[in-house]
Structures are given as structure tokens and as C-alpha cells.
């Protein structure tokens, strides 16, 4: 498995061939087969891969929580809700949610724990979306995903070797 260092180097190094993969699943991929290999390497890649040693996803995205979420990570950390929003959060109007004041997420620890553990939100304890249903129609994000995960990354360059994708040669 590449390194979470390398990842999005190596994402961007085959960012073109990527969008023909991509373009090519649209083409080529049945989605129920393709949600079914999605979570089928999602649950083996992941049942082998320690997140608590990378967590590049919350190094480079801000975390976000939704209204419902402040209550719970209030008392997980032992503060008020107003505390928890003046020290870490900022409110996103347009999303209608709060976000994390910092990158990397201000909930992250040195140890590459998540101070709020197992009450994280729900869309922090489901990146990078990789066992989720309807793929086919999310392949874009997808590239996105896999700038930052290595897992995602993983799975991307499995899936087109199963797909029998062939590479463009170079001359």
C-alpha cells in the first residue's frame, strides 16, 4: 500500500489515466457489480489498514459537524457548547453545519486519535465514502478521495486491474 506521504503525488502522477478509468467505468461498469467490488476491498483494505497511523483526511480537510453533533462532542470533551464553538468551530451558513476552524482538524491529536473518539460525526467515521452504494455515480469524488486516502487509492488501482482497464503506453 503506498504511503500516506506519497499518495497524492502519486494520485496527481496518474491523474489523466484516472479520469480515463473513470470514464471508463461510466461506459463499461453494471453498478450493482461495481458498488459490490467497491465494498468488497473497501472491507478487506480496511480490516488490514491502521487510519490512526495516516489520517490525512483530517490533516487536509476541516472536520465538519451538524447540529445534532454539538451536544454529544460538547460532552465528550467536558465543555459547554458554546466553549466547543468559540474554541474549535466556525458556523457555514451555507451548509447549514460548523466546521472545524483549522486545518488539520482541530480535533486531531498527536497520536492520530480523534479527541472526540467514537462520537466523531458520522461523515468523519465513513471516509472515504468507499463502501457507500451508487458509485457509478460518484466517480469524480472518488478522484478527489483518492488524492488523500491510501486505502481509496488502493482499491482505485484494484479495481482496474479487475476491470481489465489497460493503460495508454507512452512513446
Same mark, same amino acid.
Not at 114 to 129: A, I, M, Q, S
Not at 138 to 147: E, G, H, N, P
Given at each position: 500500500?503506498?504511503?500516506?506521504?506519497?499518495?497524492?503525488?502519486?494520485?496527481?502522477?496518474?491523474?489523466?489515466?484516472?479520469?480515463?478509468?473513470?470514464?471508463?467505468?461510466?461506459?463499461?461498469?453494471?453498478?450493482?457489480?461495481?458498488?459490490?467490488?467497491?465494498?468488497?476491498?473497501?472491507?478487506?483494505?480496511?480490516?488490514?489498514?491502521?487510519?490512526?497511523?495516516?489520517?490525512?483526511?483530517?490533516?487536509?480537510?476541516?472536520? $465538519?459537524?451538524?447540529?445534532?453533533?454539538?451536544?454529544?462532542?460538547?460532552?465528550?470533551?467536558?465543555?459547554?457548547?458554546?466553549?466547543?464553538?468559540?474554541?474549535?468551530?466556525?458556523?457555514?451558513?451555507?451548509?447549514?453545519?460548523?466546521? $472545524?476552524?483549522?486545518?488539520?482538524?482541530?480535533?486531531?491529536?498527536?497520536? /492520530?486519535?480523534?479527541?472526540? /473518539?467514537?462520537?466523531?460525526?458520522?461523515?468523519?467515521?465513513?471516509?472515504?465514502? $468507499?463502501?457507500?452504494?451508487?458509485?457509478?455515480?460518484?466517480? +469524480?469524488?472518488?478522484?478527489?478521495?483518492? $488524492?488523500?486516502?491510501?486505502?481509496?487509492?488502493?482499491? +482505485?488501482?484494484?479495481?482496474?486491474?479487475?476491470? /481489465?482497464?489497460?493503460?495508454?503506453?507512452?512513446?
Amino acid at each position: 500500500m503506498i504511503s500516506p506521504e506519497k499518495v497524492s503525488e502519486e494520485a496527481k502522477r496518474l491523474e489523466n489515466e484516472n479520469y480515463r478509468f473513470s470514464s471508463f467505468l461510466k461506459s463499461h461498469a453494471e453498478e450493482e457489480e461495481l458498488d459490490e467490488r467497491f465494498f468488497r476491498l473497501h472491507k478487506e483494505l480496511f480490516s488490514q489498514y491502521d487510519c490512526s497511523k495516516c489520517r490525512n483526511c483530517c490533516k487536509m480537510y476541516q472536520g $465538519t459537524l451538524e447540529n445534532q453533533d454539538l451536544v454529544i462532542a460538547a460532552e465528550k470533551l467536558g465543555i459547554s457548547i458554546l466553549q466547543m464553538k468559540d474554541s474549535f468551530l466556525s458556523y457555514n451558513e451555507y451548509h447549514n453545519n460548523y466546521e $472545524t476552524k483549522h486545518k488539520p482538524c482541530d480535533f486531531l491529536m498527536e497520536n /492520530g486519535e480523534c479527541k472526540l /473518539g467514537e462520537v466523531r460525526p458520522d461523515n468523519c467515521k465513513d471516509y472515504p465514502y $468507499t463502501n457507500r452504494p451508487e458509485r457509478l455515480y460518484s466517480l +469524480y469524488a472518488v478522484l478527489d478521495v483518492i $488524492t488523500v486516502c491510501p486505502v481509496a487509492f488502493e482499491i +482505485y488501482e484494484r479495481l482496474k486491474k479487475e476491470y /481489465g482497464f489497460r493503460k495508454k503506453k507512452r512513446y
